[in-house]
């Protein structure tokens, strides 16, 4: 007997999210967006839940959330940090910048400091290319980023 | 109906035929890859994803070339098309295809277990491709291997047969496309390991996988190293299934009976005794059908405890994918273990004894048409002392490469009998090889013991077909006892769906994992989609049984001697303790922490 540990909590969003969607396997992918949106991040347990509430294998579940980048089964940090990659940031150095927070950071993109603190993704234009290289920490945006602005950033969060 | 020019051929097809289809109506060889199709078992995978069979239409709809080539599995024919086939284009565009596909295969096909029956390989020959000029990267993945199959996803080139199989045929649901792009795989959730998926080891995705990504676990080393400790005592049994399939294996035509043949080049090899699952079958009906009748009685007495309808319980796979998916009804199949595991029983505790061997110097191998044979025989409930009953299972193609690995030639072999006493068999227990066999043997055993009469007739032709799901009322003289057949699991899951949601009401229901039932076993010849093979097996089941002296279980001299030496009765007490099991629920429950 294979048991899924959740909180009762997770049980009941989840389920609660399921059915507004009428638990329809075909509303797979809404549910899990709601369910991320929540959580920041899908791991096995919930992907099993949401497997189990639509009555689709948990294998669909995983092809779907391991074919979509936006999907993630890391949890995220306190403070997200998103390296804009866009065309215009990345002529202006963007990867440099990405480089520098990895170095500081010591983690590579998708994964998330032992702390708990910082984790970083990349993501491709937020509509701010005059300001590029853009970074966001949460929802702040910090534009005209260079390696040596990196360490005085994260102090603000330190 | 449409009319289409394929090659010059001008051919009449129904609308919605595809080009691939119309070429094979006409005689027209289009070479495939990804597509498969097993006709008449609903299953047809074809996600137009290897582009080999390309074809070049030289007039679409509009009278006009089509600019790019078409992927004849996944286009209809138009009325007026024209299509070559084979045009220097196509050929060319084919042959790019497949070296591209090649780019990102091992080239070790000379110890790849698929060399010989690898569908890629044949291409490649097929289009004399003789160097790969395409050089990059490679994907790898760790290996898997559960108790009965081996997954080598390097190998895999995402033909999707196998995601196609367990989850629409079989309703398994253990593999899925994930990933995406060049980093794309076939693979359980998460990519945990096969055996702690709800895999049921059907081993379907072996029997469609055109290539060496999913392979059968190889234990013929093992077995042929038992047989040269001259320790041990191996004897061996062999499935109702394996002898009207091994046969193909040597260039026999499809429906060939070896039975003789078969136990003839088994003691060759150097089996001590050669036995036959088929008694176990006859044993396996006077449990079942006396479990059957004690739950009828007991239900038309009026008593509600009783859970009607009995599931036959022989097939592993079945098994598994109740347990993994009907938890709440784990008290409705028969509590008989399958024919090879009470074989085992058997062999290890009545038939040691009686030979005064010890159990831990005897070494069981079974040779079955399956792969979830292999797992059923690692469970745990079927050791003693750390020993297990069944030490070894071979399919059917690991035995042919042994019989051809000694210099042996099954066409060669002479027709010998299996040995007394485990190897005498009524022709009730071959059909357990067919779907709708395990319940029409156990039909004609029941309806004796029921009514005290003879049956006015043997043959239960309403219990036989192809059909996924069948049902048929059977007379007990004044009493109609209601039967219900499913092969396949998606097939068991819409039967048992009914059941359980109170639509329809069973006394019995046969299940079998594979399609067709054990002759369409994943331990089998692989049939390349060819149903017309599972078809001339299931014939010669028949023709088998048709031959047999004795054609019920309860009549097997044997059967009758081994109740009085050893079990006294049918669901009796040693009967319970040797030959009789229970399940386990392997459903997913979620449990509330923190």
């Known amino acids: 007997m294979a048991v899924i540990k959740l909180s009762e909590a997770k049980v009941n969003f989840i389920k609660d ?80 910048v990405l480089d520098e927070l990895k170095r500081q950071l010591g983690i590579n993109v998708g994964e998330v400091t032992p702390d708990g603190k910082f984790s970083l993704t990349c993501l491709r234009c937020v509509g701010a290319c005059g300001l590029a290289p853009v970074i966001e920490v949460g929802d702040k945006v910090y534009g005209r980023m260079t390696p040596d602005r990196v360490k005085d950033v994260l102090a603000e969060y330190k | 109906m449409i009319n289409v020019t394929i090659d010059n051929k001008q051919i009449q097809v129904p609308e919605g ?23 008449g078992m609903k299953f047809e995978n074809k996600p137009g994803g290897c582009r080999v069979c390309v074809v070049e239409v030289t007039k679409d709809f509009n009278g006009r070339p089509r600019r790019n080539l078409a992927p004849a599995c996944a286009t209809d024919c138009v009325e007026g098309m024209e299509v070559l086939t084979h045009s220097a284009r196509v050929i060319n565009a084919r042959r790019t295809v497949v070296e591209l596909i090649l780019s990102d295969h091992p080239t070790d096909c000379l110890t790849c277990a698929k060399s010989g029956n690898c569908e890629l390989q044949s291409l490649a020959q097929y289009l004399g491709i003789r160097d790969i000029p395409f050089k990059g990267e490679q994907s790898h993945y760790r290996q898997d291997m559960s108790p009965s199959i081996v997954r080598d996803m390097d190998k895999c080139i995402m033909c999707r047969r196998c995601e196609n199989m367990c989850n629409n045929v079989q309703t398994v649901g253990a593999l899925s496309a994930i990933n995406r792009g060049f980093s794309a795989v076939v693979a359980p959730a998460f990519e945990q390991d096969l055996v702690d998926s709800p895999c049921v080891m059907c081993g379907q995705c072996v029997q469609v996988c055109p290539v060496g990504a999913l392979t059968e676990v190889d234990d013929t080393r093992n077995v042929m190293a038992a047989i040269n400790n001259p320790k041990k005592t191996v004897i061996v049994n062999t499935a ?19 039975t003789g043949q078969m136990a003839a080049a ?29 739950r009828i009685k007991k239900f038309m007495a009026g008593d509600k405890s009783v859970r009607l309808p009995i599931l036959t319980s022989c097939c592993p796979g079945w098994v598994n994918f109740f347990e993994h998916n009907f938890p709440d009804m784990l008290d409705v199949p028969s509590t008989a273990k399958s024919p090879m595991q009470m074989f085992g029983a058997v062999a290890k505790n009545y038939w040691a004894d009686k030979m005064g061997i010890k159990r831990e110097d005897l070494v069981v191998v079974s040779i079955m048409p399956c792969l979830a044979k292999k797992y059923e025989s690692k469970r745990k409930e079927f050791y003693k002392d750390g020993n297990p009953d069944i030490d070894y299972v071979l399919t059917t193609r690991e035995l042919a490469r042994l019989i051809k690995q000694f210099n042996l030639d099954l066409k060669d072999m002479p027709c010998e009998d299996y040995d007394d006493p485990l190897g005498e068999s009524t022709g009730a227990a071959v059909i357990f090889g067919a779907t709708g066999g395990v319940i029409e043997a156990a039909t004609r055993t029941a309806y004796e013991v029921f009514t005290g009469k003879p049956l006015p007739k043997i043959d239960f032709t309403e219990l036989r077909g192809m059909e996924g799901i069948r049902d048929a009322w059977v007379d007990f003289d004044g009493t109609p006892i209601h039967i219900g057949i499913a092969h396949g699991l998606s097939n068991a899951r819409t039967l048992l769906q009914r059941v359980r949601e109170g639509k329809e009401q069973f006394h019995a229901i046969e299940v079998m994992a594979c399609p067709g039932g054990c002759v369409g076993g994943a331990g089998q010849p692989y049939h390349h989609g060819n149903s017309e093979i599972i078809k001339k097996r299931t014939e010669a089941i028949y023709r088998e049984d048709l031959g047999k002296p004795i054609r019920k279980s309860h009549e097997n001299p044997s059967i009758k001697k081994i109740y009085e030496e050893y079990f006294g009765e ?9 030959l009789h099991t229970h399940y386990f629920d392997k459903s997913e429950h979620v449990e509330i922490s923190e």
């Open chain 2, 266 to 294: 088994l003691r060759r090899l150097g089996f001590d005794y050669v036995f036959d699952t088929d008694f176990t079958a006859d044993l396996t009906i006077m449990e079942e059908g006396t479990e059957l009748l004690g």
């Open chain 2, 17 to 39: 035929t595809t080009i691939l289809k119309a070429a094979r109506m006409a005689g027209i060889h289009i070479p495939t890859l990804c597509y498969f199709e097993l006709a």
């Open chain 2, 570 to 578: 049918p669901c009796g007490h040693k009967s319970h303790e040797l």
């Open chain 1, 17 to 96: 999210v399921c059915k507004s969607y009428g638990n329809k396997p075909g509303e797979v992918i809404n549910v899990l967006h709601k369910v991320q949106g929540e959580y920041g991040y899908l791991p096995a347990e919930i992907q099993e839940l949401v497997a189990k509430e639509l009555g689709i294998p948990v294998s669909r579940v995983y092809g779907i959330v391991s074919f979509y980048s936006f999907f993630t089964m890391t949890p995220k940090g306190e403070y997200p940090i998103s390296v804009c990659l866009g065309t215009a940031c990345y002529v202006r150095g963007a990867e440099k």
């Open chain 2, 240 to 258: 109702p299934a394996t002898r009207v399939a091994l046969g193909e294996e040597f260039g026999m035509p499809a429906g060939t009976i070896v």
